[in-house]
């Protein structure tokens, strides 16, 4: 019988040093390789010449094309994510630290990122996009969609009219001496404990 149970134990850490020994390998072997994802809006948007859906890994040094009825939107995780307009042509080159590529045709705007996105457009310009900035294959400056004055634009004044209106309502129940509530006064108290 105890030869049985040493038979048993033998076999059992053999195993378990068989398994851990495949795990460690798998580990291992796993690369680091950074990967975006891709949406698409509309039909025939390409990935190095290959017809693309949505949901398809984007690695470092492809070209995204986008024709003239779609748009792409890809996503990097933690570094940020990408839109190409329509009738774009953007070869993404990415890795841990950040997102830049060459524009040849189209327009790119920056939706979300951690660093600022480096784009070379096709007159040889780089320039570096932060979120909601746009630029053009064809140089054209950057642009801010909320930023219409330099000032903050539509988002700057809804806020200010938001907290002009606040200060306002405070100051008038502040001096309004007709509404006065009486906080914990007339109310019977029923204690739990007798």
Not at 39 to 51: K, Q, W
Not at 80 to 85: H, M, N, R, V
Request: glycine content about 12%; overall charge negative; some cysteine.
């Amino acid at each position: 019988m105890n030869s049985k149970l040493w038979i048993r134990k033998a076999l059992s850490a053999c195993l378990s040093i068989s398994l851990l020994a495949t795990c460690s390998a798998v580990a291992l072997a796993n690369s680091a390789k950074v990967a975006g994802e891709l949406t698409v809006a509309g039909n025939g948007v390409l990935v190095n010449g290959e017809s693309a859906q949505s949901g398809r890994s984007i690695f470092s040094s492809s070209t995204v094309t986008t024709p003239d009825n779609a748009s792409a939107i890809v996503g990097f995780g933690k570094l940020g994510k990408i839109e190409l307009a329509p009738n774009s042509n953007f070869a993404i080159s990415f890795n841990e630290k950040g997102i830049s590529g060459n524009l040849s045709a189209g327009k790119i705007t920056v939706l979300g990122a951690a660093n600022a996105v480096t784009v070379t457009t096709l007159n040889g310009t780089t320039v570096s996009l932060a979120t909601g900035e746009s630029v053009a294959a064809s140089g054209a400056a950057k642009d801010d969609p909320d930023d219409d004055d330099g000032h903050g634009g539509a988002a700057w004044w809804g806020f200010a009219a938001v907290m002009i209106a606040a200060g306002a309502i405070i100051i008038y129940a502040a001096t309004n001496d007709n509404d006065k509530i009486a906080l914990g006064g007339g109310g019977t108290v029923v204690s739990p404990s007798r």
